[in-house]
């Protein structure tokens, strides 16, 4: 007679078979095996040893998340309570799978609506000599900033609940921020220009205050 299972083992073995239905296209039975690991992997220590273990495994659909099963029951809780600590690992995991937090907006207001960048520069803060965080934190900056000047030279997205001068002051800080963490000069030619752009916006602000 065999033995029964420990939680470890049903869920290495949920695990495992998620990930063969995953791969094969076989979706009830991938959600069938996401239950049975949610179940599994029931207490909070439980979770935080799993997601040290295997987050960085799992597949990820064509939105860039983790099965949200998994990211809600399992994955979430242990980063929250990481990110509590003050663990900048668990900042960093936050903003690497931010896809799934702004699918969930309870979790992401349980996070005061921070977004990847916010993570990432925790991430970075926390521990100021790890390549992985600021490398993170430098990719992440720059798609907000692109985003920023996409318009260019119709304006440049400011951030809509603050008044121009205080968002275009945040935004000269950020490329700032980027300039510093570029320690390859990848972009600085690029930053160079976006730091001309934004001088030219705020003149053409300041013209249109004075004569609306």
């Known amino acids: 007679m065999s033995e029964p299972k420990t939680r470890s083992q049903s869920a290495d073995d949920a695990l495992e078979q998620f990930l063969r239905f995953d791969a094969l296209g076989l979706r009830q039975k991938s959600k069938q095996a996401v239950l049975k690991l949610v179940e599994a992997v029931s207490s909070l220590e439980a979770k935080t040893v799993w ?47 931010a896809q799934n937090l702004y699918a969930r907006p309870a979790l992401r207001e349980q996070m005061e609506q921070r977004s990847e960048v916010d993570f990432f520069r925790l991430a970075f803060q926390g521990a100021p000599s790890s390549e992985k965080y600021r490398r993170a934190y430098l990719s992440s900056l720059m ?40 320690r390859e000069g990848q972009f600085v030619a690029l930053l160079g220009k976006w730091s001309e752009i934004t001088e030219q916006y705020e003149k053409r602000l300041a013209r249109r205050e004075e004569h609306p």
Do not use: C
Request: no cysteine; hydrophobic share 40%; charged share 25%.
């Open 51 to 97: 997601t040290h273990n295997y987050l960085e495994q799992l597949p990820l659909n064509g939105s860039g998340r983790i099965r949200h099963e998994i990211y809600e029951d399992i994955v979430f809780p242990a980063l929250q309570s990481g990110f509590d600590r003050g663990e900048a690992e668990a900042s960093y995991l936050l903003g690497k799978y």
């Open 143 to 182: 798609n907000s900033l692109r985003q920023d000047f996409h318009e260019w030279p119709t304006g440049i997205l400011l951030d809509p609940a603050k008044p121009w001068r205080v968002a275009l002051m945040d935004l000269k800080e950020e490329l700032s921020i980027a300039l510093s963490l570029d």
